[in-house]
């Protein structure tokens, strides 16, 4: 894999002429970045704005990559649903992105990526016969099979248990390290464990938020961990910590 680049947004968005904000955002090449901030800031917009998704609105400003090269093929991405094909058993809906791409898909490590994400007795069910958790776990195997050196996760977690959901930061910890990550959450928890950088997103734009000297995935009951997340989210609720 070639070295990720670091992205870099700069600029205003606005819906129907009404700014929704206007951010100076910088994604470290390598490492992950958490976005919190309030329900309709624009978290998940800022993360269509770099994928070149439509948004609704109109931006004004620059999206960058580090190197200079186009993104296009260097990303992968979840989103908040799980965009499962209905007629497809799991093991295909994870192997699709090669088989648009023409690519004979490698449904050996496809059938290691389902165990992974705890579904290797579901590749063969469709996704109408999963629970939600199980469905999220699904996209979250697709994501990690595309190996992109970007990835872009919009609340990949939030249709599971506390104890999967841990296991499931663990996995995502581990086979993303090294890449430019991008993760959308309102969990911070989850920053709390997850985060190389946080950014919380307001209407005037990006504040960066520090994060323990320790490396992820922090455990959930370290000191650091838990001092990081609590003051986060009394900064998050407006209460003083």
């Not at 070149?52 to 260097?74: C, K, M, N, W, Y």
């Not at 520090?210 to 998050?236: D, F, K």
């Amino acid at each position: 894999m070639t070295p990720p680049p670091a992205l870099h947004l700069v600029g205003q968005h606005q819906i129907d002429s009404r700014p929704l904000f206007d951010a100076d955002i910088t994604l470290p090449a390598g490492s992950w970045t958490c976005l919190l901030g309030p329900s309709g800031v624009g978290k998940s917009t800022v993360l269509r704005l770099m994928l070149g998704l439509e948004t609704g609105g109109v931006f004004a400003g620059t999206i960058s990559p580090s190197d200079g090269q186009p993104l296009d093929g260097r990303i992968s991405y979840m989103a908040q649903s799980d965009l499962l094909l209905p007629w497809l058993s799991v093991i295909d809906n994870i192997m699709i992105g090669d088989r648009l791409r023409g690519v004979p898909p490698d449904r050996d490590r496809a059938t290691d990526m389902l165990a992974r994400v705890g579904l290797a007795d579901h590749a063969q069910k469709k996704p109408l016969a999963l629970s939600g958790g199980m469905r999220q776990r699904a996209a979250l195997a697709r994501t990690l099979l595309e190996d992109r050196p970007v990835v872009f996760l919009d609340e990949p977690f939030s249709a599971l248990d506390a104890g999967t959901r841990a296991a499931m930061q663990e996995l995502a910890a581990e086979l993303l390290s090294g890449r430019t990550v991008l993760l959308v959450t309102h969990d911070p928890a989850e920053a709390a464990r997850l985060a190389d950088h946080i950014l919380i997103l307001s209407a005037e734009g990006a504040q960066s938020w520090p994060v323990p000297a320790t490396p992820v995935p922090r455990a959930i009951t370290a000191p650091e961990t838990w001092a990081c997340q609590s003051a986060l989210l009394s900064h998050l609720r407006g209460v003083p910590a």
